[in-house]
Structures are given as C-alpha cells and as structure tokens.
T-cell receptor, first 114, second 114 residues
Framework: DAKTTQPPSMDCAEGRAANLPCNHSTISGNEYVYWYRQIHSQGPQYIIHGLKNNETNEMASLIITEDRKSSTLILPHATLRDTAVYYCIVRFGVSWGTGNQFYFGTGTSLTVIP | DSGVTQTPKHLITATGQRVTLRCSPRSGDLSVYWYQQSLDQGLQFLIQYYNGEERAKGNILERFSAQQFPDLHSELNLSSLELGDSALYFC?????????????FGPGTRLTVT
C-alpha cells in the first residue's frame, strides 16, 4: 500500500469548513483513497473513498488532485462532534492473495474550537 | 451505530490467562477483520476471514488465533497473555472479501492484562 503523509494536528473553528490534506505521492493507478475517523477510543468510522473523481456524501467531500498525488477531505461545517483523529489510507485494488485489510498511519488530530 | 457488535466491552485478566473476544458482523457482510490498537503501535491489522476461511494475516502473534463460524460471527482467542497485550481490539466487517469495500468497525473490546 502507498504511504500517506498527514499533518499531525489541526484546529478548525466551529461552523467553518475543515480541510484535511493528505499526500500520497507514490500512489499507483488502481489504488483508492479512503478516509476514516476515530473519535476518542471508539471504533474507526468510515467517511468516504474515491479513485480519481471527486466524491461527496452526507458527511464530507473528497477532492483528489488530477495527478492523484494528494487529496483533501472537506468537512463543510465542522461541529464539536467532528473532533477526532482522521486517517487517510490508500489501498491497492486487492487480490485474494493480499487480503483486504487497511493499514492505518498516525492520522491528523482535528480539534474543532467553539 | 455501525451494525457490528463486539463483546465484552471490557475485560480485565491476569498474565498467563486466556480470553476470547467475540464479534458479530453487519447483516449481509461476509468478511470479518480483527485489529489491535495499543498506545505505542496505533491500529494494527491482525487477521481477516471471509465466509469462514482465513484470507489474510497481519501482525498476529502465534499466541493469538481466530475463527469465523458458519453463522459468520468471529472469535479472537488470546492465550498466555502478557502485559503488552493490553489494548483495544476492534472487529470490522465488509460485504466482500476482496475489492474496494468499506469496512465498518465495532465499538471494540478493551483488554487489560494485570
């Protein structure tokens, strides 16, 4: 799996958009970008994933650059409940031999400030 | 609520003992994954099962074993416990066994070895 680089921490004012960057310069053509978050010691929560097109769902938007070497997760209106560690993961289009697991890095600790 | 259930929520036991952690996947999901999260190691993939068969192994110790039963629930067995096994253990499930499926995580079991 391609390695990702994320800032260790970020702050965001409540009600503002939170933009979380992720670098994945060694990503290959069939690797997807996934975002998860973990609130305190709860189980990681799936947010969104994409291959090369921008994606949006009810939680967030995912913007992937044209060269696919970086991406940004956007939480459009951050609330205090969005305070969490956000993980950016890139994963190969897996085969039975390699399994389907995720490799979590250290993520970005996002603090939403009132 | 992800739909993945784990029992027990908390477990306190002594060194040398054996424990069993249980996971029920989301309805319809055939794959189960086990992850370990300790303070110094982050989230680490342990093992994946798909429809009763082992599919991938990660950093799982020989003292640890798992299985997935015909009703698709899974158990993680930890034996000869050491202080360093104290961690959060998460189970996740996905509908497929290979491919770009999101995984849904349970609330975890917190294991404390004294």
């Amino acid at each position: 799996d391609a390695k990702t680089t994320q800032p260790p921490s970020m702050d965001c004012a409540e009600g503002r958009a939170a933009n979380l960057p992720c670098n994945h310069s060694t990503i290959s053509g069939n690797e997807y970008v996934y975002w998860y978050r973990q609130i305190h010691s709860q189980g990681p929560q799936y947010i969104i994933h994409g291959l090369k097109n921008n994606e949006t769902n009810e939680m967030a938007s995912l913007i992937i650059t044209e060269d696919r070497k970086s991406s940004t997760l956007i939480l459009p209106h951050a609330t205090l409940r969005d305070t969490a560690v956000y993980y950016c993961i890139v994963r190969f289009g897996v085969s039975w031999g390699t399994g389907n697991q995720f490799y979590f890095g250290t993520g970005t600790s996002l603090t939403v400030i009132p | 609520d992800s739909g993945v259930t784990q029992t027990p929520k908390h477990l306190i036991t002594a060194t040398g003992q054996r424990v069993t952690l249980r996971c029920s996947p989301r309805s319809g999901d055939l794959s189960v994954y086990w992850y370990q999260q300790s303070l110094d190691q982050g989230l680490q993939f342990l093992i994946q099962y798909y429809n009763g068969e082992e599919r991938a192994k990660g950093n799982i110790l020989e003292r640890f074993s798992a299985q997935q039963f015909p009703d698709l629930h899974s158990e993680l067995n930890l034996s000869s416990l050491e202080l360093g096994d104290s961690a959060l253990y998460f189970c996740a499930s996905s509908v497929g066994g290979v491919g770009n499926y999101e995984q849904y995580f349970g609330p975890g079991t917190r294991l404390t070895v004294t």
